[in-house]
Every structure is written in C-alpha cells, then in structure tokens.
C-alpha cells in the first residue's frame, strides 16, 4: 500500500502527505474465562452503531464536540468444535461509550 501511495502521489482530500501503511487489529481486545486470564477479542460490528450513527449523534448535541454516545446489546456466536462436533450458540451483552472529542 505505501508503495502504491508513493507511486502515485496520493494525498488527503485537504492535499496533506499520506503516512505509511501499517497493520492493525480491527478487533476489539478484552479478557475472558475464570480469573479474566484468557485474551479474547470481540467483533468489529460492536461499535459500528456509534460510528455509523456519527452525524446524527453529532446533530442531537447541536454540532457540538465533545460529546458521548452509549450503546447496549447482545451478540451472537456459533462455535463449532471439529474433533467433537459440538456446535453451540454464545451470547455476549455488550455494552460500549464512545467519546467524540473531535471532528
């Protein structure tokens, strides 16, 4: 991807210099299990709500940063296990506060 950006030039829609590519991790990382000792990492679609709705959180404070917005739900997960052939549904509440601080 940086080769790309060089390649070609590419700037931000303001004409600002583009930094390298670098990877990430789009999960969400917490812990799990007795005693929170395992990793675990939880999907990206658990904050896509708040992302999603920006502009119109951003409206219902009159355009006005910072601002906050929270988020309830559950989600579901289909684990299947080969050697066993065990195949369960987990469900997750999920809770998430994202603070909006600018634009």
């Known amino acids: 991807m940086t080769e790309i950006i060089k390649k070609f030039e590419l700037k931000s829609p303001h004409g600002n210099q583009l930094s390298e590519a670098y990877d990430f991790n789009l999960m969400f990382g917490t812990s799990i299990g007795p005693g929170s000792r395992m990793p ?3 999907r990206p679609e658990l904050a896509q709500g ?25 989600a579901y997960r289909n684990e299947i296990a080969p050697r066993n052939g065990l195949i369960r549904v987990r469900y997750v509440n999920h809770s ?7 634009l």
């Open 50 to 74: 708040i992302f999603v709705n920006f502009k119109r959180l951003l409206e219902f404070n009159n355009g006005r940063v910072p601002f906050a917005g929270a988020q309830i739900g559950q």
């Open 40 to 42: 675990g990492f939880l």
């Open 96 to 102: 998430l506060i994202a603070i909006k601080d600018c």
